[in-house]
């Protein structure tokens, strides 16, 4: 599966404003937190910064693994930042393992965010994998699976957006949209890699 440009500067251009948007919550200022979680978050200020600060990481490197440019001129930063780009999947992962179960909008939402950071942590644990075994081609295809996944983020902001100007009930929506903002990336991401055959 080969990014067109367009493609990939869309992707860096959202993906870079939504790590960007997160850090408002560096300063744990609550009048900058979601207004709706405002008192969940201040309970869990150890979790939400620990999901933040790896999933803001992650969001941000993550676009440019699929610089085929970056990629060919300078491996070694390629590997650097693939290195961060996990770390902040693990970290941001872990962090998210721990909210889903005070995610606002109910079991439903919190199913739903809960298989999202588990479907996270191990597309990029079988990404690394099969890396270190130097299966390039199925390294490729479980980085894209796992960007996918951390695009989610984008994905779930672009959604409440609409929910917004639609003016739809925003507790059900919210619900839904914890799951439609990874199944449908992930869908994608899988028929997109599926297509060439496997080579070690
Ligand atoms: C892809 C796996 C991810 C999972 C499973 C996940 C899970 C969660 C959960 C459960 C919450 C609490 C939601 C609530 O209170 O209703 C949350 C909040 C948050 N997450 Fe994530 N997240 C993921 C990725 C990301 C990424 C890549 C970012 C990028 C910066 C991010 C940024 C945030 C922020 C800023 C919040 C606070 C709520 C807000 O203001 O929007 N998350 N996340």
Redesign the pocket.
């Known amino acids: 599966m080969r990014i067109t440009r367009a493609g990939w500067a869309i992707m860096t251009l959202f993906s870079t404003l939504?790590?960007l948007?997160?850090a408002r919550?560096a300063g744990f200022d609550p009048e900058a937190?979601?207004t709706e979680?405002r008192a969940?978050?201040l309970a869990h200020e150890l979790p939400?910064g620990v999901?933040?600060s790896g999933?803001?990481v992650?969001?941000a490197v993550g676009p440019w693994q699929f610089s085929d440019r970056l990629r060919r001129r300078s491996p070694r930063w390629h590997r650097r930042l693939g290195v961060t780009y996990l770390l902040g999947c693990l970290v941001?992962?872990i962090g998210?393992l721990l909210?889903?179960p005070?995610?606002?909008?109910g079991v439903a939402?919190r199913l739903g965010?809960a298989w999202?950071?588990l479907a996270?942590l191990i597309t990029g644990g079988i990404g690394l994998r099969m890396i270190l075994q130097r299966r390039i081609d199925d390294h490729r295809r479980w980085m894209v699976r796992s960007f996918a996944?951390?695009f989610?983020?984008v994905t779930l902001?672009l959604m409440l957006v609409a929910v917004k100007v639609a003016d739809l009930d925003f507790h059900t929506s919210?619900a839904v949209i914890a799951w439609l903002c990874?199944i449908p990336n992930l869908a994608v991401a899988w028929w997109f890699t599926r297509l060439r055959p496997a080579r070690r």
């Not at 005070?102 to 909008?105: F, L, P, R, S």
């Open positions: 939504i790590a948007l997160a919550y937190f979601f979680q969940t978050y939400l999901h933040i999933a803001a992650a969001l941001g992962g998210a909210l889903a005070v995610a606002y909008g939402a965010f999202l950071g996270w996944l951390t989610a983020a902001r919210y990874w």
